[in-house]
């Protein structure tokens, strides 16, 4: 097999998905009809413009042009910073300026792209792109004319062409034609035999496979790159990442990284969240259940995945959530994660060093707090609740138990909930819960 026959067979799969798939000269300049004006446009502009148009219905022609226009001419001094705020259009809206008819300036936000589908769907193979050089990705899928995924392949007859050189490659192209990487949810990489995903600053050791077909887990049997092409790359799955499992750190000022859930984070957090909420509406009993991993497998990352889709969804209301853990070296780590990626979680969060201040934090709050039982506890009268919330929306609980004992366990998530019945719990556990009827 040689790189073109990889080619071959994504773009079967792809088809097999709803993707349309044309060669690289079907969407050049010269081409009829026009997909683009110049070969260093890297955005279809036509089919962005179709779909303006479909999902923002009451828009005047000069707001359309304006939407279309930012969002197909955009550029950034840094690639990151710009697929940071390129990201934010895409997901919330193109910002538009509009003048109401007694003077009031409003902003209104443009949708580019409908999590909830059908968008317009394109892949192309060898798709040219003029930069500081002339460079050809393997293959480019476009969501609504917007280029979301590159795809890099190498020939799986070459010893030497392995997902490393695929992962360079990309570089290359970062450093090449860096307006490519603006809209950039992820780039894929593959040799044939190993296929992985990654962000735009993940380095190879950070791309992960996909191993979820048709909502649920494959064995190892299966060829790495049919499952993630037919797994990861289908419009629900697809769009349902975009929208929930992207977060930018780099706000305590360092340099901006992007993040995006592995495949059991991703899995995970939707199967809890549709737990908290039966939980919240139909059980009416307040258990989030367990989530098990083993340790090392990004706890803090799934804990924060979590709670930005709770704050996405309706019935929640914008909780407040209390994150409580086992050690207070874990807390930190838990902290820092979600501080530093507070841009993604739109709220500032805040640690707890005592009972009193978590009392005080969560009263009335629409933030995400975490404490540890050794912070919380000091001092605490034997049956007396952990802290009472008296905020008037449901308020989920999310605990990382890993070491506490039975009774210890037992303590902590059984007695806040006590003290207010709404309060829907989900524990995120490294080892065995020791009280699974708490959870279940």
């Known amino acids: 097999m040689k790189e073109n026959h990889l080619e071959d067979a994504c773009l079967e799969w792809l088809a097999g998905l709803g993707w349309t798939c044309v060669e690289g000269d079907a969407v050049s300049p010269s081409s009829e009809p026009e997909a683009r004006s110049r070969y260093s446009d890297v955005v279809l502009e036509p089919r962005l413009r179709a779909a303006v148009e479909r999902l ?12 279309v226009g930012k969002l197909a001419s955009y550029g950034g001094q840094s690639v990151v910073d710009a697929n940071k705020e390129a990201y934010d259009w895409l997901r919330n809206g193109v910002p538009v300026e509009r003048i109401e008819a007694d003077g009031r300036r409003t902003v209104l936000r443009v949708r580019a792209i409908d999590p909830a589908g059908p968008n317009d769907l394109l892949a192309v193979r060898q798709f040219t792109i003029h930069g500081q ?23 799986p007859a070459d010893l030497n062409a392995d997902i490393g050189s695929a992962w360079n490659q990309i570089q290359t192209y970062k ?23 990654g962000s735009l600053t993940a380095d190879l ?32 799955t697809l769009l349902s990442f975009f929208q929930g499992f992207v977060a930018y750190g780099g706000a305590h000022g360092g340099a901006t990284t992007k ?16 737990r908290a909420s039966d939980a919240l509406l139909h059980r009416k009993d307040g258990k989030g259940g367990v989530i098990w991993f083993t340790q090392g497998s990004g706890k803090s990352l799934l804990a924060l995945f979590y709670v930005m889709a709770l704050r996405d969804r309706p019935e929640f209301k914008n909780p407040t959530v209390v994150l409580v853990t086992d050690r207070n070296d874990l807390d930190g780590q838990l902290f820092e994660t979600f501080a530093d990626s507070r841009w993604s979680l739109r709220a500032v969060p805040a640690q707890a060093d005592s009972r009193e201040d978590l009392r005080d934090k969560i009263s009335g709050s629409r933030q995400a707090a975490s404490s540890s039982p050794r912070s919380t506890n000091s001092h605490r009268k034997p049956g007396r609740p952990l802290c009472r919330c008296y905020a008037t929306e449901p308020m989920s609980l999310s605990s990382q138990t890993r070491r506490t004992g039975p009774s210890t366990a037992s303590v902590r998530i059984s007695t806040p909930r006590r003290a207010r019945p709404s309060t829907a719990w989900r524990s995120t556990c490294a080892t065995p819960c020791p009280t699974p009827s708490i959870w279940a």
């Open 56 to 67: 923002n219905p009451g828009l005047s022609p000069g707001e359309v042009d304006e939407a």
């Open 133 to 155: 050089k002339i460079r050809r990705p393997d293959i480019v899928l476009f969501v609504n004319g917007v280029p979301l995924v590159v795809i890099e392949l190498k020939n």
């Open 175 to 197: 450093a090449d034609i860096p307006q490519l990487f603006y809209y950039n949810l992820l780039s894929v990489i593959s040799d044939g035999t190993v296929a992985r995903y």
């Open 205 to 236: 050791g950070r791309h992960s496979r996909w191993r979820l077909l048709d909502g649920k887990k494959v064995g190892k049997g299966q060829l790495e790159l049919e499952v993630l092409i037919r797994g990861l790359l289908a419009q629900d």
């Open 259 to 274: 993040i995006i859930a592995q495949w059991h984070q991703y899995h995970g957090v939707l199967k809890a969240v549709e």
